[in-house]
């Protein structure tokens, strides 16, 4: 009863509270401009370096190791990392252990949880609304991840839309049960959505507010208390969003938001034995992890997707857009991003192709919708396409160029949209297979019924980027694969099934101790 009461009277105050909190937001928006914010973005530069800091057990902390950053489009040391190290992690071990295994919500304890993280998601989707909050981000993510300014705007936009998707009643709304009738009176089944307490949150560069965003809030909406890792060149963006979050009212203690290299956090998640851990980022890093971890993962590995022009050819133009979106935009650093396009011999006496060159050719490192590459060197990059180019009757289309009249220093890469044809009957001979074609994830446009292929989009206007907020994206057919976005991608990762069968009576009339089975 005293719950009850409770509860009510926090609903009963809580416009109150939201209006007054909106009227000293905007009091602070007035005086501040960005109030959580503890960089000016177009300050940060080798003169003005940035910090990030590490977050463990409530308190912003930082070590003497620091990592240098550099900055992706003139190589100055514009970032620099406070990096926890093999000797400094039983702070964020003992904050893991701290979290019970019944996490820090569920159906039975602590409810009013549900409520308070749908406000804070109402009030986080308002704040990246706002056209400051929003090109503050926006800005920041093209400094470290450098893209076009739409693209890194729809990354922002697509996180606003799924706090705001999550606001109020919603997030206790993931956690409805379900009841069976028994097989007498007074016996029922429940089913329950149970967290699995601490957890860890591994994310890549690409993506750097919208996917540790998602699937941090996620994580939180379920009753879990996570570490969170983000690829230290973009980790900044997170560390942001994590001040913004705390403004909006998440308790500092919530979430741990560690900066450290691969072999401390493996270190980290071996020590804390985390219940599940998220990872997205490289095959081979996910399949170390699964051993590791004894199978306690849920992976988004990196994808090769393949694109399918069928035997009908319309909307010529359309498609050589859409094809140059999904190859290039984001230098191609997106984990959906088109590697492999099968085209139909009826496309082949279209100019298709020639039209992809015109739209490749826009592309420009003035307004970034072409930029540094992240992960790979321009040696390596071009490396690559001279072994393709070996390969009997392949041939250049375009590009297979290093990028000219530029600062991006040589530890990144920096190349032309690049296209290189290869025959089909090549790429099915073994020699050639592994070279081609290294990984198989993602879309087909027409090839469903027969595969076991994760988000598929098909028809005239399917793209294998921009994936929304509003439906599920990740891989299928592995029991491991992790979804994002949806409820179901978040009940799927971050909640297991808890089964609860009540047997009350009452007792049959005149029972009697029956016979031992």
């Not at 463990?56 to 406070?82: A, S």
């Not at 230098?331 to 396009?341: D, E, N, R, T």
């Not at 028809?459 to 980027?465: D, I, K, M, S, V």
Request: charged letters at 20%; aromatic letters at 8%.
């Amino acid at each position: 009863m005293n719950r009850i009461l409770v509860s009510r009277e926090l609903r009963a105050r809580a416009p109150q509270t939201a209006l007054s909190w909106f009227s000293s937001l905007n009091l602070s928006r007035s005086i501040h401009g960005v109030p959580f914010a503890t960089v000016e973005v177009e300050e940060i530069s080798g003169s003005q370096p940035a910090e990030v800091l590490n977050l463990v057990q409530g308190k912003w902390k930082n070590t003497d190791r620091w990592n240098t950053i550099l900055d992706p489009l003139n190589g100055e040391p514009f970032i620099r990392v406070c990096e926890v190290d093999e000797t400094g992690i039983q702070p964020f071990v003992e904050s893991l252990s701290k979290c019970p295994k019944h996490g820090l919500h569920n159906p039975f304890k602590a409810p009013e949880r549900y409520l308070m993280l749908g406000d804070i998601s109402a009030k986080a989707g308002h704040m990246l609304s706002l056209p400051k909050v929003s090109d503050f981000f926006t800005r920041l993510i093209q400094r470290v991840a450098p893209k076009s300014y739409q693209q890194a705007s729809g990354e922002v936009y697509v996180t606003q839309k799924f706090l705001e998707n999550f606001s109020a009643d919603q997030v206790r709304f993931l956690a409805r049960s379900f009841g069976v009738p028994g097989n007498h009176l007074g016996q029922q089944s429940h089913g329950f959505r149970w967290p699995y307490g601490p957890v860890a949150i591994i994310t890549p560069f690409n993506f750097p507010l919208e996917i540790p965003v998602l699937q941090l809030m996620g994580a939180l909406y379920m009753g879990n208390k996570p570490v969170l890792k983000v690829d230290s060149k973009v980790c900044i963006v997170m560390e942001q969003m994590m001040r913004l979050l705390h403004y909006c009212g998440l308790p500092t203690e919530d979430v741990d938001f560690i900066n450290s290299d691969g072999k401390t956090m493996n270190k980290l998640l071996l020590e804390g034995n985390p219940r599940m851990t998220l990872f997205t980022g490289s095959s081979r890093v996910a399949d170390k992890l699964a051993g590791d971890l004894k199978g306690r993962v849920k992976l988004e590995d990196a994808g090769f997707d393949w694109k399918i022009l069928g035997p009908d050819v319309q909307e010529e133009d359309y498609v050589a857009w859409v094809c140059d979106q999904d190859a290039y935009a984001c230098s191609g650093q997106k984990c959906s991003a088109q590697s492999m396009l099968f085209m139909h011999e009826n496309w082949s006496k279209t100019s298709i192709l020639s039209k992809m060159k015109d739209l490749a050719e826009r592309r420009n490192l003035e307004d970034l919708t072409i930029g540094p590459v992240l992960t790979f060197t321009t040696e390596a990059m071009l490396e690559h396409k001279n072994k393709l180019l070996q390969i009997p009757g392949s041939k250049l289309l375009f590009g297979g160029e290093p990028l000219t009249d530029h600062s991006i220093p040589p530890v990144y890469g920096a190349i032309k949209p690049t296209a290189v044809y290869v025959p089909l009957e090549e790429i099915l001979k073994e020699k050639n297979y592994e070279l081609v074609t290294r990984e198989i994830f993602g879309p087909f446009q027409e090839v469903i019924g027969n595969t076991v292929n994760g988000t598929t989009y098909a028809g005239l206007r399917a793209r294998t980027t921009g994936a929304p907020q509003n439906h599920w994206f990740g891989p299928a057919g592995d029991p491991r694969g992790a979804g994002i976005g949806t409820p179901e991608a978040i009940k799927l990762v971050w909640s297991c099934h808890r089964e609860i069968i009540y047997d009350v009576g009452p007792l049959p009339k005149q029972w009697q101790t029956p016979p031992s089975t």
